[in-house]
């Protein structure tokens, strides 16, 4: 699958050569705009995996947009720019799925940072979901715990008499073990 690109700048001429550019080696260019608000509208509509930006364009900056979509999380961002414009782009340079890049760019950085910031970005979400799944999965054990806490402490049982009563429950209704742990918490817990 062909990693899907969103160009937007205020330059048809740029806009046109890098999007042959990037077709020719194999990206998927699916839509080019002058206008920053356009942009941002295409890429919550189509979620591009990449967004190449010019600093300078219509309706909102270069340097929004990327401020915007980096904050957001939605793809990364390359901004295209003058050597005078690098100032602006100070703190997202700190961004792993950011790139400043100086126009005029060699060819093959540009694709060299596209495959380092499409890289970067998939690890960087895949830990990222690693990293929700293990808090959920640590706050449902929490919350088991604290039912079995209350149900020692109400009903004087011991852990494992409080975790099998939680299980045999579950099992019972054919409900998970954190719903029974809700009820219990929602029934003992002041």
């Given at each position: 699958m062909s990693i899907r690109v969103i160009i937007g700048s205020s330059n048809e001429k740029i806009s046109r050569q890098l999007g042959q550019f990037?077709?020719?080696n194999g990206f998927n260019v699916i839509g080019e705009t002058k206008d920053g608000y356009e942009?941002?509208?295409r890429v919550n509509t189509v979620y591009p995996d990449l967004v190449v930006?010019?600093?300078?364009?219509r309706g909102i900056s270069g340097y929004e947009i990327?401020?915007?979509?980096?904050?957001?999380k939605t793809c990364p961002v390359i901004a295209l720019i003058s050597s005078n414009e690098l100032h602006y782009f100070v703190n997202l340079s700190q961004e792993p799925t950011f790139a400043p890049l100086?126009?005029?760019?060699?060819k093959q950085l540009l694709l060299n940072t596209?495959?380092?910031?499409?890289k970067t970005s998939k690890s960087i979400y895949k830990l990222e979901?690693?990293?929700?799944s293990l808090k959920s999965g640590r706050d449902k054990g929490e919350l088991v715990n604290k039912a079995k806490k209350l149900l020692i402490e109400n009903m004087q049982l011991t852990e494992e008499e409080a975790h099998r009563r939680i299980q045999k429950q579950s099992m019972d209704k054919g409900i998970s073990m954190i719903k029974i742990a809700e009820a219990i918490i929602l029934m003992y817990d002041d």
């Open positions: 990037l077709i020719e942009l941002l509208r930006v010019d600093y300078s364009m990327s401020e915007v979509l980096i904050s957001e100086i126009k005029p760019s060699n596209i495959s380092l910031l499409i979901n690693e990293v929700a």
